[in-house]
């Protein structure tokens, strides 16, 4: 059972998917801590000024928001139309993946 878990070769828009989807959140999550700010700047001036991340997306925010949003669309289409791609060449490495277990794998003819 381990031996096929390390053998199966896994889709490489996932780790996309995942890496960008992360910075996504984060983005947004800081974005919206700035908005709040913005709508209630007295409730946050004992801070001593903005953090240099706030002050960035105050400039570039929504660039980056939307170059992640793409990125995320495209790594998704992208991950949707390899897959089959990729299972294909991860049941070719794997001899009997096909089979349920406990099944003896069957010869190709």
Not at 29 to 52: F, K
Not at 73 to 84: E, L, V, Y
Not at 87 to 108: C, F, L, N
Request: proline share 6%; glycine share 10%.
């Amino acid at each position: 059972m381990g031996r096929r878990a390390k053998a199966a070769i896994a889709n490489p828009f996932y780790a996309l998917l995942v890496l960008v989807g992360i910075a996504f959140v984060i983005t947004a999550c800081a974005y919206g801590v700035m908005t709040l700010r913005a709508v209630a700047p007295h409730a946050h001036a004992a801070d001593g000024g903005n953090h240099p991340l706030l002050k960035f997306l105050q400039t570039h925010g929504s660039q980056l928001l939307l170059g992640e949003i793409v990125v995320l669309a495209i790594a998704t289409f992208a991950a949707m139309g390899t897959d089959d791609f990729w299972t294909r060449r991860s049941s070719r490495r794997m001899p009997g993946a096909d089979s349920e277990p406990g099944e003896k794998p069957t010869s190709g003819d």
